[in-house]
């Protein structure tokens, strides 16, 4: 959906964000049956241990590149004749950064999981998490930079089924059962996956030349710092938690967590297909980003409250698809829906900033609620406390995000010369 805004066929928008909320429901939907299996075959306390395991993973995975997927839309939508240059250093930057994303996955994922599964196994799910959905995802960013939403939703959809594949053939053909090789299979699956989707990709855009691009490096650091801050407050409760609290508590906030998370994939879908336009807007200035942020934001609060409704009801299906251990899951859950409005709110004024090259800024505010709502749940980690802890985080970046943008939008109708003859 190419929200320009409303200019085009209202029709075409229904069918092309219809198209993304499809591809990016795909994932979680095989997710889900994925995530209940894990749940029933494993149960809480093993589950809680997959959940350590993997709660570095999406964190890690911003390191990995450092946030030159982004820096490819933005140079791409404001000069598409900078593709090939912006590829070829999406590449180099990847292989270039591996490494230490990896070393930092394995070591603490270790001190999470403390031995209970080998460093060999975490070290191979590392590998095959972050190259394959690196590459998963830095397709899916090819095709957004040209605006080929179709084929985004393509290569979404090329993500749903592998690791459920893997972990088919591992439980049932294999006879695996552990939690640690279930975990492994899962992580080949993607891998594999994503080596075919970064060869269809690699036949349909223009072919990466040029090389290490310094700027572009420097440019996407930042990118990459609001990244991590986003895949930090999506997961820094399974981080923290896993070090203070037994892992079937963790597995029963998890599940509640999870859901929401799917909750926040249709307001994703539309900023997913948005994103480019506040570069394109925010080329004239914060003001002109603000007032196309504004059309969206009507749109994702009547998706965000549609969404939230529809996990306030499913909350009492928990118990039925996941096993009488995560009853208690239901509750946080409910508690949980209103998150989806702030994490709309948040995410707009977000982009915004993006999209008027106030990058820094935005991931500043971003680290710092990060670090509120880690010190939160060190601090408050027992039953309703975790709700407290929930809301912090979230509720300072829509706060200071829009505060940000309000300011930053007084000002420039300030120094403008309109807002100069006027005073």
């Known amino acids: ?16 964000y219809c198209g993304s909320l499809a591809s990016m429901l795909a994932v979680p939907a095989v997710q889900f049956f994925l995530f209940a299996f894990y749940a029933r075959v494993l149960g809480a306390e093993q589950y809680g241990i997959y959940i350590a395991m993997m709660a570095w993973a999406p964190i890690c995975l911003e390191f990995v590149a450092l946030g030159a997927g982004e820096v490819l839309i933005k140079r791409v ?3 598409s004749s900078s593709f090939p240059e912006a590829a070829a250093h999406f590449y180099r930057t990847t292989a270039l950064t591996l490494p230490f994303a990896l070393t930092l996955y394995t070591g603490a994922t270790m001190l999470l999981v403390r031995h209970t599964i080998g460093w060999q196994i975490v070290l191979g799910v590392g590998a095959c998490e972050l190259i394959g959905m690196r ?7 090819f095709a957004i930079a040209t605006r080929r939403i179709r084929w985004a939703n393509e290569f979404r959809i ?7 594949l893997g972990v088919g053939v591992a439980y049932y053909l294999l006879d695996l059962h552990s939690v640690s090789s279930l975990a492994l299979a899962g992580s080949v699956g993607i891998l594999l996956g994503a080596l075919v989707c970064i060869a269809v990709a690699w036949h349909r855009f223009p072919r990466p030349s040029g090389g290490f691009d310094s700027t572009a490096f420097g440019e996407g650091i930042w990118f990459a710092g609001n990244q991590i801050a986003r895949a930090g407050q999506q997961n820094i409760d399974r981080v923290v938690l896993g070090w203070s609290v037994e892992p079937s508590l963790l597995a029963i906030f998890g599940a509640a967590q999870r859901f929401v998370q799917v909750g926040i994939l249709p307001i994703q879908a539309i900023l997913r297909s948005t994103y480019p336009n506040f570069f394109a807007r925010g ?13 969206v934001l009507l749109l994702i609060s009547a998706v965000g409250a549609m969404c939230a409704a529809v996990l306030w009801i499913a909350a009492m299906f928990v118990p039925a698809a996941l096993g009488n251990q995560f009853n208690a899951s239901a509750g946080y859950l409910r508690w949980l829906t209103p998150s989806l409005l702030l994490v709309g709110f948040n995410y707009v004024a977000a982009d915004i900033l993006t999209g008027s090259d106030h990058q820094r800024l935005r991931t500043s505010l971003m680290m710092i609620s990060i670090a509120i709502q880690a010190g939160m ?47």
């Open 1 to 16: 959906m190419n929200l320009a805004l409303f200019k085009e066929p209202k029709l075409r928008h229904i069918f092309t």
């Open 77 to 79: 939508s404001r000069a």
């Open 135 to 141: 590459l998963f995802t830095g397709a899916e960013n």
């Open 158 to 164: 090329l993500q749903a089924f592998p690791r459920a």
């Open 283 to 295: 080329h004239e200035g914060v003001r002109s980003s603000l007032r196309y942020g504004g059309k």
């Open 377 to 423: 749940f060190a601090l408050f980690h027992e039953g309703s406390e975790l709700l407290l802890a929930a809301y912090a985080g979230i509720g300072f970046a829509a706060a200071s995000n829009w505060t940000a943008v309000l300011y930053l939008a007084w000002r420039e109708r300030r120094d403008s010369p309109v807002g100069l003859a006027a005073a």
